[in-house]
DNA sequence: TTATTTTTAACGGTTTTCAGTGATGTAAAA
DNA sequence: TTTTACATCACTGAAAACCGTTAAAAATAA
């Protein structure tokens, strides 16, 4: 019997570790290997083979959406199953935008894993519950209050390297005047990326930003 | 045989299944409960029993470091190991103060719980290694910059509940004004509040703020 | 080599934050 | 009963953030 292999991405190695000793009992599932950091993913993925993987959005240094959207962009057409501590509308139809085949929040049981990889395997699609909830939700509320017009037609595009440095910056507590000494450039660029953020995200303000950050883990 | 009897809190069940799945295969060490929040913990040791517990320190809607403190100050004798997803030496220090035996990072690897269990069911204390790397780096630094003097002493004491009101209203990306129309009560009183959070938390402006907020999970 | 994206920079004006200081009522704890 | 902690409110001034718009180099991609 031909196994389904999985390779698992995310900076905890606790819960990878989890994660295998969850898929150990399984049959027809084998872990083949697993990444701690973005990069890691695609080196791997550029010399080994698996059938799926197991993606955690929310990793450090890196845009998470950025990893998955170049791991789609390189050609790589293995399914993709992603991970995410939080479950937001907005995280959750980009990803599905770019291209994930299943959305698994960390909330969810260990079995939903099990059937995720299944479903996912024979071509379907796979939503946690509480994703599926929050799809709805926002789906009815679409009817009611056209839900996020998003003003400019293009949020959450991923950030340029510059911008993802300011907000890193931003997200140690720098005011701008600070983060334009620390990279040498004016304040007045400082402002002018930290306004592209504030757009480009879909935030109100640095709060915003800052929460951005560190659920992406751009600490 | 007796087995080490231990109850595992944190958020994501999917860790939990993790966890559960990997102290499976250890002889002498049994899972006996678990809980999905701060205050199930305390309801569950209030009628059932356990040698150890394994609590995530990052725990939706209460102040993490609270939850702790309440469980110790209830008089419950069980040691206690506390799990992170950010290794901050600020934490680690509240942590170990209050009282807690073992402190994990949640990046280690899976057969560091084993360890930990062992070793704090034997009266041991237990750290993973990052968190030992930052207490050391910690200590070496206080030799030189007396590290982090902490202004008025007693920083961190955890928050009034109409500060973590406020405090998540900040997260919620909200201004004084904002929130002080949501609350029904002044700007110059949101503004107290937010300063005293920014004094006790000792950051440096609402981004400080933001950040704690989401790693303890006030959203 | 164009075309596009990214990075850089500026200006003027409004709003908000932040630090400091001080004050009052209330409720709980010592 | 007297502290102590909490929530409330006020005023000031400087600093920072925010908004809108514009636009030129520089680097990259088509």
């Known amino acids: 019997m031909k196994k389904i292999k999985v390779h698992i991405a995310d900076d905890h190695k606790i819960l990878i570790d989890g994660i295998i000793a969850v898929l150990s009992s399984e049959e027809n599932i084998e ?3 697993y990444s701690l950091t973005g990069k890691d993913v695609l080196n791997w993925f550029a010399s080994n083979e698996a059938d799926i993987l197991i993606l955690d959005i929310n990793m450090p240094k890196v ?5 998955l959207q170049n791991f789609l962009e390189q050609g790589f057409q293995q399914k993709v199953i992603v991970l995410s501590s939080y479950d937001e509308t907005k995280l959750i139809k980009e990803v599905l935008k770019i291209g994930a085949n299943g959305f698994l929040a960390k909330k969810c049981a ?3 894993i099990v059937e995720a990889i299944n479903a996912v395997y024979n071509g379907k699609q796979y939503f946690s519950k509480s994703i599926q909830e929050k799809l709805l939700s926002t789906f009815t509320k679409q009817l009611t209050k056209s839900d996020l017009p998003s003003q400019d037609g293009s949020f959450f595009s991923s950030l340029t390297p510059r911008e993802i440095e300011v907000l890193r910056l931003i997200a140690k507590q720098y005011n701008s005047k600070e983060i334009s000494k620390l990279l ?9 990326h930290r306004k ?7 935030v109100k303000n640095v709060v915003g930003l800052a929460i951005y950050a560190v659920k992406n883990n751009i600490v």
């Open 110 to 112: 260990g079995e939903n």
């Open 184 to 192: 040498h450039i004016s304040v007045n660029t400082v402002e002018t």
């Open 196 to 202: 592209n953020l504030i757009s480009k995200l879909n």
């Open 31 to 33: 872990v083949v290997g």
């Open 63 to 67: 845009d998470g959406i950025g990893v």
